[in-house]
């Protein structure tokens, strides 16, 4: 079916949170939730670089409602003063995207002593989001979006190794961020349904896209990009749009992802797409929920 931004009605009255707001998909998501009327909490690790962002939002829109909000998502008590002081100041959560990630860096570890990506892109976002759940289901037709990658299909669950502390490869472990952030997007739809919450979890994922992601990226790599870009990858705009889909289209249903709609999913539309068979495997699923709740100290829609 097809979706237009520009048809999406007046969202005035909606609170949304966006992890990593102040740049890349996470800017552009920002911009077009703010032009539609939602109160944006700018969820950011860099206070500075998040008060340029917003002032570049209000030179274009002026009424745009904006809030920024420190978060890191590196450290877990940082993430849960930021919950903290939102559940302070709010009593609604229309829209949790879960965007913020990083892409390939060299090994390190997050302050509670995780690999970065896997803790970064998905364990934070976990925690993140089971702070913030009843908040969540208690706000009518709330949306969870988890932004993955095309790029889950890199790696699996290292269930015995998930801190790559046996061998690190950074390809594989940005992947196995991805598919547990798209694992995650499917278990917790199940999870909402089976207690009867009228919330949704969807995912999306942005093709590739011309972002901040790819500075980990060897130099020749990101210089040649810059030539072929706009030929086979989405600007940034573009690519925030299927995670801009999943949040505002009316006609979404829970458990769904959205991705282009061009070849290989790179650049393109935003429009509904599959995923690999191993993205739905309930029992790994489950396991992957287990394990995220003993190492969060969590625990959440049980």
Partial sequence: MSWNLLSIADQKGKIAIVTGANIGLGLETTKALAQKGVHVIMACRNLDKAKVAKASILADNWNAQLTIVQLDLNDFTSVKSFASEYLSNHSQLDFLINNAGIMMPPYQKTKDGFE???????????????????????????????????????????????????????????????????????????RLERHGINTMSLAAHPGVSDTNLGKFLPGFVRGLAKIIGPFIFNSTADGALPTLRAALDENAKGGEYYGPDGKNEMKGKPVKVDSKDNTKDKEKAARLWSLSEELTGIKYLN
């Fill in 116 to 190: 970065s990506q896997f803790g970064v892109n998905y364990l934070s976002h976990f925690l993140l989001t089971g702070l913030l759940i009843d908040v969540i289901k208690n706000t009518e037709n709330s949306r969870i979006v988890a932004v993955s990658s095309a790029a889950y299909k890199w790696g699996d669950i290292q269930f015995d190794d998930y801190n790559f502390e046996k061998a690190y490869d950074k390809r594989n472990a940005y992947g196995q961020s991805k598919l547990a952030c798209l694992m995650f997007a499917y278990e917790m739809q199940r």
